[in-house]
């Protein structure tokens, strides 16, 4: 009963590192979004995949980057980390039922 | 440019009685709208939906009325129950894409 499994749940970067968020569903999806929400705000779409081998940018794409060679997995990498990345991130997937997305728990990232 | 807008950022509501929660969108090509419900430390879990085509979806306490004249949407909840205490994003759809308004959150009182 897994479903949208994101790792890690906390993690604190320097500025200029980077990471990769994991993110993996069982459910057979094709689509799957990475969200992230900062304090006070709705949730802001940085990437999306509408299947294996396909991503696309969303509102918030920059100093983001993304894959998705399976249907399982979609991992959000930030490369070179500012402060303003500071955020919880959401990865989310969907059958295709018109915007019934299934969330995962979601991953605090804090840059110092 | 946030297409999707909730103006009221929190509501408290005594149990029982009716929770009304409001949203706005300037994109007249939306295909649908949702409500999701949001726990803290866990993520959004959705909650009821409706289509741009039609003007009421119902579903046990939960309700969502379209207005598409006036770009408003807005949730009721009756009777109101603690358990409903959570944030309540209102979101719309385009192309697989939701937009996320920036929530209100729910105080259900005794």
């Known amino acids: 009963n897994a479903g949208v499994t994101q790792t890690p749940k906390f993690r604190i970067l320097k500025i200029g590192q980077s990471m990769t968020l994991q993110c993996t569903q069982d459910?057979?999806?094709?689509?799957m979004y990475w969200y992230r929400q900062d304090p006070g705000m709705g949730l802001k779409l940085i990437y999306y995949?509408?299947?294996?081998?396909?991503?696309d940018k969303g509102e918030v794409p920059n100093g983001y980057n993304v894959s998705r060679s399976t249907t399982e997995d979609f991992p959000l990498r930030l490369e070179l980390a500012a402060p303003s990345q500071t955020s919880v991130y959401f990865c989310?997937?969907?059958?295709?039922?018109?915007?019934?997305?299934?969330f995962g728990e979601g991953s605090r990232l804090t840059v110092l | 440019d946030q297409q999707v807008k909730q103006n009221s950022p929190s509501l408290s509501v005594q149990e029982g009685r009716i929770s009304i929660l409001n949203c706005d969108y300037t994109?007249?090509?939306?295909?649908?709208f949702l409500w999701y419900k949001k726990y803290p430390a866990e993520g959004p879990t959705f909650l009821i939906s409706?289509?741009?085509?039609?003007d009421k979806n119902e579903d046990g306490r939960f309700t969502v009325f379209l207005n598409k004249s006036a770009k408003h949407l807005s949730l009721h909840i009756v009777p109101s129950q603690p358990g409903d205490s959570a944030v309540y994003f209102c979101?719309?759809?385009?192309?697989?894409?939701?937009?996320f308004g920036a929530g209100t959150t729910v105080t259900v009182r005794a």
């Open positions: 409706i289509s741009s085509i039609k």
């Open positions: 995949s509408v299947g294996a081998g396909i991503t």
């Open positions: 994109n007249s090509m939306f295909d649908y």
């Open positions: 459910m057979n999806h094709n689509y």
């Open positions: 979101a719309a759809i385009r192309d697989y894409k939701l937009s």
């Open positions: 989310a997937s969907s059958p295709g039922s018109p915007g019934e997305l299934f």
